[in-house]
T-cell receptor, first 115, second 110 residues
């Protein structure tokens, strides 16, 4: 099993460009999450999907959109990239909806630079 | 909104010394999880605490969840160079969201 797979691993964008970060998990998990990690800020939740067909905003959703394409895939889209979106983006999945035994499994991350 | 604060931000210890990081939430948590992230890597799940006052051990690591379920700590006894990394707590509120602390970066000096 691959676990959580993110693509691409690295990306450089110019201000105003758009792109989609892809995430897929093969663990049959219900919940999926997108976090961004900035120095000194920890991991901040952008959007999450508690189950297939639902998405909700996290702490820092502005400038992003998401799509839960099916149970396996959860994509993050930047419509018009800004330098403030330079960050490392992590996708994560979790096995249960509403349960207590729900560790997060992270992908390897996407390092995005916006110039 | 929910906030999870973590201290200290950085900690340098000599190999063999102990290390502790503390996590505090502004609201009551349904559970708390701890993760370790090696430099250049992704967070890896260590443990989850659910009950008020719960204490769990993993070899040299001791995790505690406060009585009010608003704070937690991770203590490492006799640190080793393999303990290097950033340790994060993540609190879960009433929904499916996990709020991460800012992390404590541990450097172990051989």
């Amino acid at each position: 099993n691959a676990g959580v797979t993110q693509t691409p691993k690295f990306q450089v964008l110019k201000t105003g460009q758009s792109m989609t970060l892809q995430c897929a998990q093969d663990m049959n998990h219900n919940s999926m999450y997108w976090y961004r990690q900035d120095p000194g800020m920890g991991l901040r939740l952008i959007y999450y999907s508690a189950s297939e067909g639902t998405t909700d905003k996290g702490e820092v959703p502005n400038g992003y959109n998401v799509s839960r394409l099916n149970k396996r895939e959860f994509s993050l889209r930047l419509e018009s990239a800004a330098p403030s979106q330079t960050s490392v983006y992590f996708c994560a999945s979790s096995p249960l909806t509403g349960g207590n035994n729900s560790p997060l499994h992270f992908g390897n991350g996407t390092r995005l630079t916006v110039t | 909104g929910q906030q999870v604060m973590q201290i200290p931000q950085y900690q340098h210890v000599q190999e063999g010394e102990d290390f502790t990081t503390y996590c505090n939430s502004s609201t009551t948590l349904s559970n708390i999880q701890w993760y370790k992230q090696r430099p250049g890597g992704h967070p890896v799940f260590l443990i989850q605490l659910v009950k008020s006052g719960e204490v769990k051990k993993q070899k040299r690591l001791t995790f505690q969840f406060g009585e009010a379920k608003k704070n937690s700590s991770l203590h490492i006894t006799a640190t080793q160079t393999t303990d290097v990394g950033t340790y994060f707590c993540a609190g879960r509120g009433t929904g499916n969201q996990f709020y991460f602390g800012t992390g404590t970066s541990l450097t172990v000096i051989p």
